[in-house]
């Protein structure tokens, strides 16, 4: 099976644009997780879509969205950039159906905000 | 805010030394998972325990959880240069909550 994919995986903006990353899970999972990563909060959970649906959110401000199609593929949206909005976003799928389940992780996409 | 953090922040070993590292989290658990990351890139899955397991092997990889002590150990044995990474243990509360990561352990394996 393909594993999961970003785009782009380098991303360049500046203060106050906005901002779409895209993920396709791996074929037949159901659930999609973004997660930001920076060098002083470590790995922070978004949120989480399963079957089109936002289903787990984390505690980030209003500013970053997302949306799941009925195919799986994820994407989520920052809007009105800050600096610190610099971060490598990571997307993982999982099949969503089980208690004890692994992430699958895409490579991420690195966003700098100048 | 993070649920799991590690232990050492850093490490830097000799090839063919064992690593142990350390993850101590603060609420119950379902099960905990140990990640693999190299240079900033994806995370790679190595090894998920339940709740209900106290120790877990895959490879050269030894994982313990002590549920009672909020802790869990992985030991890498045999270390190679290509073991250089970070690794982040990942706690679940319960089934379909997201995961909640630790801030890392930065192994260097030297040659």
């Known amino acids: 099976k393909a594993g999961v994919t970003q785009t782009p995986r380098y991303l360049i903006k500046t203060r106050g644009q906005q901002v779409t990353l895209s993920c396709s899970p791996i074929?037949?999972?159901?659930?999609v997780s973004w997660y930001q990563q920076t060098p002083g909060q470590g790995l922070q959970f978004l949120f989480e879509?399963?079957?089109?649906?936002?289903?787990n959110k984390g505690n980030f401000p209003g500013r970053f969205s997302g949306r799941q199609f009925s195919n799986s593929r994820s994407e989520m949206n920052v809007s009105t950039l800050e600096l610190g909005d610099s971060a490598l976003y990571l997307c993982?799928?999982?099949?969503?159906?089980?208690?004890?389940?692994?992430?699958?992780f895409g490579p991420g996409t690195r966003l700098l905000v100048l | 805010s993070q649920q799991g953090e590690e232990d050492p922040q850093a490490l830097s070993i000799q090839e063919g030394e064992n690593a142990t590292m350390n993850c101590s989290y603060k609420?119950?658990?379902?099960?905990l998972q140990w990640y693999r990351q190299n240079s900033g890139r994806g995370l790679v899955h190595l090894i998920l325990?339940?709740?209900?397991?106290r120790e877990k092997h895959s490879g050269r990889l030894r994982v313990t959880l002590d549920t009672s002590k909020k802790s869990s150990s992985l030991l890498i044995t045999a270390s190679r240069a290509a073991d250089t990474a970070s690794y982040f243990c990942?706690?679940?509360?319960?089934?379909?909550?997201?995961?909640?990561f630790g801030k890392g352990t930065r192994l260097s394996v030297i040659a």
């Open positions: 993982a799928s999982s099949s969503g159906t089980s208690d004890q389940e692994t992430q699958y």
């Open positions: 074929s037949g999972h159901r659930s």
């Open positions: 879509y399963f079957s089109e649906t936002q289903r």
């Open positions: 609420t119950s658990i379902n099960n």
């Open positions: 325990i339940r709740s209900n397991e």
């Open positions: 990942a706690t679940q509360r319960s089934g379909n909550t997201p995961l909640v």
